[in-house]
């Protein structure tokens, strides 16, 4: 889940990947106090020795990019942004040079001003322009400066069981595309008996108040929004949030098409999935290895397709600079993540790297670059796929055309709210929508009070 900060990421399943040639100037000059003009930078994201593979595969590209960069060399520690001890540690000359942020992070690190600005070292690289312009929207700040570079991203959408689209007469390749579809589908779903459930969602430790957020986006709403003060307030008691909230009702209800077991969270639908009884449940496509490694299905049993409606909830990952760093380090540690995590031109040896570890490439994620570095890498990706990649056609196909949002500030705090709203609704048959919304409506709004 985005707002749990747990995402798993599969290394080289297409994932890391990014631009041509070297930056310009790139620790070609002295770093201060530096004699042989070789510059050091310190950089988190290191995998840590629990996960071994990823951990070698770090420590083999930070060796080839050392030999490629001779004047730049790279202190990797382990590590990611903990916003319990990040002021701490940028105050006390203990963070890093380059340092790993969640697509929440960067808005406040740069209201702070806890981040470089790198807009002039990037200005004149082409290489930016191969980024897709809403996962740079993220690192920009209200000055339209640049304060940061993507380097993973997912987006929610629909998982669903093929098979069962095929036994219910639906076409498992033209998945529902409109909140409405699915309602439809997930009962011809139901249908099918023997404890067949059409459609399921998350209601606790969370999971719930993320997903409602999903479903609120994917209607053309807002969870939270600024006045014209700049104050956030909450922005869920309206029709989309209502809209959500009645075809949750209607589904759960009406149609019994939800099963009559809930308060779910994400291993628990997982588990629905993988037992081969649940239709469709809201989820990004790094779910799917999930579900085929842990109850041995396989990928041609599941298909991926886009959030319906308007748009959905994404998130991400990337990488800022210590504001405190020289330009020389800055302009090091832009080349660094552009090299190791933006680089087309090592896609292919990335997936043939991983190929031979069981590790799933094909899949739609990390989709971060856009025009000619793009379809470089997805000529690596069809090379090497392991998965089958006509299934997540549905998806790829109408993803770039949502509205990628990012989740609301004070997260975690809006969700334990939320979860009680999607609690509510699945299982209480008369519960008041209206008054649903207006409660958890004055709680959100004093927590966005804190928001600085």
Known sequence: MGGMRSRRRFIGAGIACVLTGGLAACGGSPSSGSEDGVVTISVNGMPPKTQPVDRKYFEEDV???EKEHPKIKIDAREGQMDPKTFSAKLAGGQLEDVYYV??????????????????????????????KPEYLKVFSGPDGGLYGLPNGQYSLGL?????????????PDKPPTTWDEVRKAAKKITALGEGTVGYADYSKNNQGGWHFTSWVYSMGGDIAAQDGDGKWKAAFDSKAGRDALQMLHDMRWT???????????IDDVQKMMGSGKLGMYMAGPDNIPTIVKQFERKYSEFGVAAMPGKATLGGGNGFMFNPKASPEKIRAGIEWVLWKYLNPDRTEFEDKRASGNDVPIGLPLDRLLNGLAEDKQERAHQKYANVPQKNYK?????NDLLDQK??????????TV????????L???DADLDQLLKDASKKVDTILATVK
């Open 63 to 65: 060796r080839a990019f």
């Open 102 to 131: 969640y697509f929440t992070d960067p808005a406040g690190l740069i209201q702070r001003r806890q981040g470089a600005d790198i807009t002039k070292y990037t200005k004149d690289l082409p290489r930016i322009k191969d980024i």
């Open 159 to 171: 998982v669903y069981n093929r098979d069962l689209f095929k036994k219910a007469g639906l076409d």
């Open 255 to 265: 149609d019994n098409s939800m099963g009559t077991r809930q308060l779910l969270q």
């Open 394 to 398: 549905p998806f790829t196909e109408r």
């Open 406 to 415: 990012v989740e609301p500030p004070n997260a975690q705090q809006i969700y």
């Open 418 to 425: 939320l979860d009680g709203v999607m609690q509510a609704v």
């Open 427 to 429: 299982t209480k048959k």
